[in-house]
């Protein structure tokens, strides 16, 4: 958990500093056009398209984006057929690595995630090779500034929360995949404030990694997180001793 937790809070203070740029956008729209593939374009009636509608406020996309991008999901206007992918694979010290991805060639994907992987000391596995390390649950990150604990706490357990905890500056809630929904809901109906929310894999356990190897493993996390096809990164590592 507090591998995964790192993680979360480093990718959401890089996100940030990133907003402005096109690949950013590039995901959540991709995200979008799947999720209302697959769901249909009313958010009322699809979970996933409205965690993706959130994803995509929370960088700032314009609404006419959001709404363009469910129409090509729901076949209103020609776009690129994008499927998900899962790749897993190890990276230095052992660090277990879950990638989930949206992309338009299959191919082309594997071999730049593959060539990733080898170039910075690690190696992708087979399916399954590491997916049974986690679990999946949903993670929302609400900053700390945004709301009092006891207050968080009575509306995010009350919608079916699983459990909360004050992790980098934020509240951490973590839920059941099922449950999920109803607590982003919640919140969102609180006018909570929402850094992130999305279902991801948790690392069971963990493995602590400090120095030089810690540069390392943050260095090729980052650049797998760069990849534009790689929607969600998942990695059972605690990475002490970095300046952030």
């Known amino acids: ?32 056009a799947v999720a209302a593939k697959e769901g249909g374009g ?9 965690t993706a509608i959130l994803a995509a406020r929370s ?4 609404k006419d984006k959001i709404e363009r991008a469910i129409k090509k999901g729901t076949g209103g206007l020609d776009g690129a057929n994008y499927e998900s992918v899962v790749y897993e694979g190890y990276g230095p010290a052992g660090v277990a690595i879950y990638l989930e991805l949206l992309t338009d ?3 082309r994907t594997a071999g730049e995630i593959r060539n990733l992987f080898s170039k ?5 596995g087979a399916p399954n090779s590491v997916a049974w390390m986690f679990d999946r649950k949903g993670l929302i990150l609400v900053p700390e500034a ?7 706490m009575e509306v995010a357990i009350e919608a079916g929360a699983d459990d909360i905890q004050n992790v980098d500056q934020h509240f951490e809630i973590t839920t059941t995949p099922e449950a999920f929904a109803a607590v982003r809901d919640a919140l ?19 493995v602590i990694v400090e120095g030089k190897k810690a540069e390392t493993v943050m260095r090729m996390l980052e650049v797998l997180d760069d990849h534009d096809d790689v929607q969600r990164l998942s990695a059972n590592c605690e990475i002490r001793g970095l300046e952030e």
Do not use: C, Y
Not at 59 to 62: D, G, S, T
Not at 120 to 124: A, D, K, P, R, Y
Not at 146 to 152: I, K, N
């Open 1 to 32: 958990m507090a591998g995964h937790s790192k993680w979360a809070n480093i990718k959401h203070r890089k996100g940030a500093q990133d907003a402005k740029r096109a690949k950013v956008f590039t995901r959540v729209v991709r995200e979008i």
């Open 42 to 50: 009313d958010p009322d009636s699809n979970p996933r398209l409205r």
């Open 59 to 62: 960088v700032n996309l314009p």
């Open 105 to 107: 060639n299959r191919n």
């Open 120 to 124: 910075h000391g690690g190696e992708l």
């Open 146 to 152: 945004a709301t009092e604990e006891d207050s968080l």
């Open 188 to 206: 969102e109906k609180g006018g909570i404030e929402m850094a992130s929310a999305e279902v991801v894999m948790i690392p069971q356990n963990t």
